[in-house]
C-alpha cells in the first residue's frame, strides 16, 4: 500500500519506517510470513510519525518488532506404535505493555519461528484493539494432527504442557486456541497444567470447557465477532447481510460460527473449505452437516456432498475464491488470497471481504481491494472478538463468576462496534478515510506505543 507523500514530516516518517524495515529484515532472515506482517504495519504507521515524532525519538519501532523473548522446545511423546516422536514447541512473549501475554496456539505441520512471529506480531496490535488489558503472544508446534488418534493427541499436548508451563500463569501469559487447538486440546492441556503445579489457575488458558471456568460464547466469539465487525462497516454504506450471497472459506471453529451468524443475518452462505478442496451448494450451506462432520467426526469437507447430492465438491481450497459472491470472508489461513484470487473476486463484483482469519490476504490481493473501493476489513480488527472473550474469560474467572450468554455476547457486540469506530476514526484523523487497514493499525499502535513510552526503556 503507498501512502501519498505530502511534507518533509512525512519524508522524515517514510525514511525512519525504511530503516527500521531494512534491519528487521537483516535480523530475520528467511521469514517471509514475519517480514510480510510488519511492512503492512509499518507503512501504516508512516502519518502516525509524521504527526507526533515522539514515537521516533523513543524509536518504539525498532522496540516494538523485537520479540521481548520467543522460547522454542523439544516435545518428545510415543504414537501407538510405541516409537518416539519428537516435535518442536514455540512461544513467543511478543509485548507485555499493556497485560500479560495473551495469544493463541498452533497446532500444524507449517508452524515454525516465523508463522509463530508473525502471529505474535499481528496480536500486539488486535489485542490493543479490543480495550482489554491483554499483551501480544502466540504459541504452537509443527505438530500434524490429523490422522492421529485420540491418545496420540492427548499424549502430545500433556508433552507439550510439560515445557510451556515453566512460561505461562494468569498473570504472567494466557495461551488459547488457533488452528489444530480447540477444546479438546485446550481440557489436557489444562489438566497437565494443573497436575504439574497443584493449582486450579482457572485463569491460565482461555476455550476451557464451560464445565471447569470456560466462557460462553468464546467457541462463537471469533466467527460471530467477524460478522458482527462486517455488519457494522456494511451498515455505514448502506448495505447488510441480509439477503446477500457469502463464500466462507475453511471449516473449522472461526467458518462455522461465521456460517451460523451470517446465516442468522439472512444471508446464503454457498460455500466453504477444508485444506483439500471446496464445497458449493447452490441452496445454502446446511450448517448442521458441516459442525457434524468438522466438530465431531472430524472428518472431510468432501462428504458433506455424500448427504447433499446436490452440492458439488471440487478439489482444491483457493477454487473457492472463483464463485461469484457479495461478501468473501476467509476464515481458514494466511495467504489464502493472492492478488490473482483478489482480482476474481473483484471481477465477479463481490463488495466486501471481511477476514476471520489471520493475514489471509497476501499485501498485493489487499491492494487490489483498495483500489478497487472494496470494504475490507482487516484481521486484527475483524477477527479480534475470540481473544476479546478470552479476555472476558479471565475477567470471569479472577473473580470467580459466570456470565450468561446474552451478557457475554452484548459485549462482544459492543467490543466489535468500538473497534469498527475507533479504527475508522483513527484512519480519518491521519489522511487516509475510510481505510480500515491504516485505521486498525494505528488505533491498536497508538495504545501500545503510549504505555511503552510511560514504562521507560525495558
Ligand atoms: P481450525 O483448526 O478450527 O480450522 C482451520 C480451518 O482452516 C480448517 O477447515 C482447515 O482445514 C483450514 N486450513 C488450515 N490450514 C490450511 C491451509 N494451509 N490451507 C487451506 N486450509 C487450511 O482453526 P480456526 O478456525 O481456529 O482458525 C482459522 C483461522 O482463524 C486461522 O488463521 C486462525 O489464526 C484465525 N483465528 C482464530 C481464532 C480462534 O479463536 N480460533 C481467533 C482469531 C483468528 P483442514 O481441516 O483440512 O486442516
Ligand atoms: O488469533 C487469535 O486471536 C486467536 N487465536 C485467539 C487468541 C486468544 O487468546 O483467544
Request: net charge negative; aromatic share 10%; with cysteine.
Amino acid at each position: 500500500m503507498e501512502l501519498v507523500m505530502n511534507s518533509e514530516e512525512m519524508k522524515a516518517a517514510q525514511d525512519y519506517v525504511n530503516n527500521v524495515y531494512e534491519t528487521v529484515k537483516k535480523r530475520n532472515p528467511n521469514e517471509d510470513e514475519f517480514l510480510q506482517a510488519v511492512k503492512e504495519i509499518f507503512q501504516s504507521l508512516v502519518p502516525v510519525f509524521a504527526k507526533s515524532p515522539k514515537y521516533m525519538e523513543h524509536n518504539i519501532l525498532e522496540r516494538i518488532v523485537e520479540p521481548e523473548r520467543l522460547i522454542t522446545f523439544r516435545i518428545p511423546w510415543v504414537d501407538d506404535q510405541g516409537k518416539v516422536q519428537v516435535n518442536r514447541g514455540f512461544r513467543v512473549q511478543f509485548s507485555s505493555a499493556i497485560g500479560p501475554y495473551k495469544g493463541g496456539l498452533r497446532f500444524h505441520p507449517t508452524v515454525n519461528a516465523s508463522i509463530i512471529k508473525f502471529l505474535g506480531f499481528e496480536q500486539i496490535f488486535k489485542n490493543a484493539l479490543t480495550g482489554q488489558a491483554i499483551g501480544g503472544g502466540k504459541g504452537g508446534s509443527d505438530f500434524n494432527p490429523r490422522g492421529k488418534s485420540e491418545g496420540e493427541v492427548m499424549r502430545f499436548t500433556q508433552s507439550f504442557m510439560t515445557e510451556l508451563c515453566k512460561y505461562i500463569g494468569p498473570d504472567t501469559d494466557v495461551p488459547a486456541g488457533d488452528i489444530g487447538v480447540g477444546a479438546r486440546e485446550i481440557g489436557y492441556m489444562f489438566g497437565q497444567y494443573k497436575r504439574l503445579t497443584g493449582r486450579f489457575d482457572a485463569g491460565v488458558l482461555t476455550g476451557k470447557g464451560v464445565g471447569y471456568g470456560g466462557s460462553l460464547v468464546r467457541t462463537e466469539a471469533t466467527g460471530y465477532g467477524t460478522v458482527y465487525f462486517v455488519e457494522e462497516m456494511l451498515r455505514d454504506q448502506g448495505l447488510t447481510f441480509s439477503g446477500s450471497t457469502v463464500v466462507i472459506s475453511g471449516s473449522g471453529n472461526v467458518s462455522i460460527y461465521a456460517i451460523d451468524k451470517a446465516q442468522e443475518y439472512g444471508a446464503k452462505v454457498l460455500a466453504c473449505s477444508d485444506s483439500d478442496g471446496y464445497i458449493y451448494d447452490e441452496n445454502g450451506i446446511c450448517l448442521d452437516t458441516v459442525k457434524r462432520l468438522k466438530e465431531v467426526e472430524r472428518a472431510r469437507i468432501s462428504d458433506y456432498v455424500k448427504e447433499h447430492p446436490h452440492a458439488q465438491y471440487f478439489e482444491g481450497s483457493t477454487g473457492i475464491w472463483t464463485i461469484p459472491c457479495d461478501i468473501a470472508l476467509p476464515c481458514a489461513t494466511q495467504n489464502e488470497i493472492n492478488e490473482q484470487s483478489a482480482k476474481t473476486l473483484v471481477a465477479n463484483g463481490v463488495k466486501a471481504v471481511g477476514e476471520g482469519a489471520n493475514m489471509p490476504s497476501t499485501l498485493e490481493a489487499i491492494d487490489v481491494f483498495l483500489e478497487n473501493r472494496v470494504l475490507f476489513a482487516p484481521g486484527k480488527a475483524a477477527n479480534a472478538g475470540g481473544v476479546a472473550v478470552s479476555a472476558l474469560e479471565m475477567a470471569q474467572n479472577s473473580s470467580r463468576v459466570s456470565w450468561s450468554f446474552e451478557k457475554v455476547d452484548r459485549k462482544l457486540k459492543h467490543i466489535m462496534k468500538d473497534i469498527y469506530r475507533n479504527s475508522i476514526n483513527a484512519a480519518e484523523e491521519y489522511g487516509y478515510p475510510g481505510n480500515l487497514v491504516v485505521g486498525s493499525n494505528v488505533a491498536g499502535f497508538l495504545r501500545v506505543a503510549d504505555a511503552m513510552i510511560m514504562q521507560g526503556v525495558v
